[in-house]
């Protein structure tokens, strides 16, 4: 199994980023697939998730109205568009698998990717 993420970079604040997480070795569409993120000296936590059917998708509040997940299961990709970003947001952001339905525990994701570095200026 091997996730893979890309996409990160660096942005003024305001601008945009589209991070994709490539995945292989398991069948995305019985998953939950969810973004994580780690700023440095602190804790890991979680950004969105998308269900394994892709109905319903799920949003921290610090990223609510500005982050839009998405999935293509042909392509086994899982994506996370990130608009009006703030200096806040830099992190290392990870995605990952899951196949329980609690999409904000990162105890319960048992597949993750190695991360890509987000970083936005003010």
């Known amino acids: 199994v091997q996730l893979q993420a890309s996409g990160g970079g660096v942005v003024q604040a305001g601008g945009s980023l589209r991070l994709s997480c490539a995945v292989s070795?398991?069948?995305?569409?019985?998953?939950?697939m969810g973004w994580f993120r780690q700023a440095p000296g602190k804790e890991r936590e979680f950004v969105a998730a998308?269900?394994?059917?892709?109905?319903?998708?799920y949003y921290a509040d610090s990223v609510k109205g500005r982050f839009t997940i998405s999935r293509d299961d042909a392509k086994n990709t899982v994506y996370l568009q990130m608009n009006n970003l703030k200096p806040e947001d830099t992190a290392v952001y990870y995605c990952?698998?899951?196949?329980?339905?609690?999409?904000?525990?990162?105890?319960?994701?048992?597949?993750w990717g190695q991360g890509t570095l987000v970083t936005v200026s003010s």
């Open positions: 998308i269900a394994w059917n892709g109905w319903s998708t």
């Open positions: 990952a698998a899951s196949q329980t339905k609690y999409y904000t525990r990162k105890g319960d994701y048992e597949n």
């Open positions: 070795g398991l069948a995305l569409s019985s998953y939950l």
